[in-house]
């Protein structure tokens, strides 16, 4: 895979990735440029529900399901922040269109829609995002500490959130035993 292309795409964390805080992870990469790259984890859950998220925000929420939605963890930088990850729509303030099947919302006005159930079809809610400064990523990539994966939003936005790595792993049709835990380039 071409790395000038790597928006909407999936970094997949290979075995060599001891850090807890990226191993076995999956992210979906919303930026990538000469100037750096910004991902989310979307395998990752925090402690928090969206119940709590919307508590701390004042949206007033009163469908159970949505109250107890898992919260994921988007990466270690700027954990105050919070992003939705969603199928398309451009109503709300601070959206950018990542792919065709996902965008990406930094405002509040989204909350406030998924709580009285008027939100994107799809959606994950994020706190903190992962990003990489000029030229790192690719220096992870040619040490093979990540591979990459086409993404797909029945993976992106999939219940089975213990299986998404594995999911997206799949598509690359070859079987992770036979993946070195060692890295190198031959």
Same mark, same amino acid.
């Given at each position: 895979m071409n790395n000038d292309n790597l928006i909407?795409?999936?970094l997949l964390a290979t075995p060599s990735?001891?850090?807890p805080l990226f191993a076995s992870s999956m992210v979906y990469l919303c930026d990538h440029s000469k100037d750096g790259s910004m991902g989310m984890v979307v395998n990752h859950l925090a402690e /928090?529900? &969206?119940?709590?998220i919307l508590e701390q925000l004042d949206i007033h929420c009163f469908?159970?399901?949505i109250l107890d939605l898992p919260v994921f963890i988007g990466g270690p930088v700027n954990l105050q922040q919070g992003f939705v990850l969603h199928s398309p729509a451009?109503?709300?303030e601070k959206t950018i269109q990542v792919g065709p099947d996902t965008s990406l919302t930094s405002s509040k006005d989204i909350l406030e829609a998924i709580a009285n159930d008027e939100g994107p079809? /799809?959606? &994950?809610?994020l706190l903190g995002f992962s990003g990489w400064s000029a030229g790192q990523l690719e220096q992870e990539l040619q040490n093979n500490s990540w591979l990459t994966a086409q993404s797909s939003e029945n993976i992106t936005f999939n219940e089975n959130i213990d299986n998404k790595w594995q999911m997206?792993?799949?598509t690359l049709g070859f079987n992770l035993d036979k993946l070195s835990p060692t890295t190198g380039n031959a």
């Open positions: 909407n795409q999936y990735i001891k850090d /928090q529900r &969206l119940g709590d469908t159970q399901s451009s109503k709300w079809e /799809q959606f &994950l809610v997206a792993f799949d």
